[in-house]
């Protein structure tokens, strides 16, 4: 069993930044894949990032709403993922949630998610 914990959101103003964190208890997080998610009220949850695992080569993919101004990463040694989230707009408002896949058993994980909101 693997425990995601967010931390990060918040209220921002459009075009500010935001930085979500997601822990993962997992003994062996590089053989994660690791993404983030989200979901505006009335709406589906939908991709935003995903970085591969360590083994897979680490690659990024971004929705296309996202490219340039979002970044996600991973800290190995602390068993974290971030995703940094520059020029936010309103439309970005949502909740945000980190999903982790194990690369070869494909088990998936969620995090409880963290609410960003982007309002004047």
């Known amino acids: 069993q693997v425990q995601l914990v967010e931390s990060g959101g918040g209220l921002v103003q459009p075009g500010g930044s935001l930085r979500l964190s997601c822990t993962a208890s997992?003994?062996?997080?590089?053989?994660?894949?690791m993404g983030w998610y989200r979901q505006a009220p009335g709406e589906q949850r939908e991709l935003v990032a995903v970085i591969t695992s360590i083994i897979s080569g680490g690659s990024t993919n971004y929705a296309d709403s996202v490219k340039g101004r979002f970044t996600i990463s991973r800290d190995n040694a602390k068993n974290t993922v971030y995703l940094q989230m520059n020029s936010l707009k309103p439309e970005d408002t949502a909740v945000y949630y980190c999903?982790?896949?194990?690369?070869?058993?494909?088990?998936?994980?969620w995090g409880q998610g963290t609410q960003v909101t982007v309002s004047s």
């Open positions: 997992a003994r062996f997080f590089g053989s994660y894949h």
């Open positions: 999903n982790a896949q194990h690369m070869i058993a494909k088990t998936t994980y």
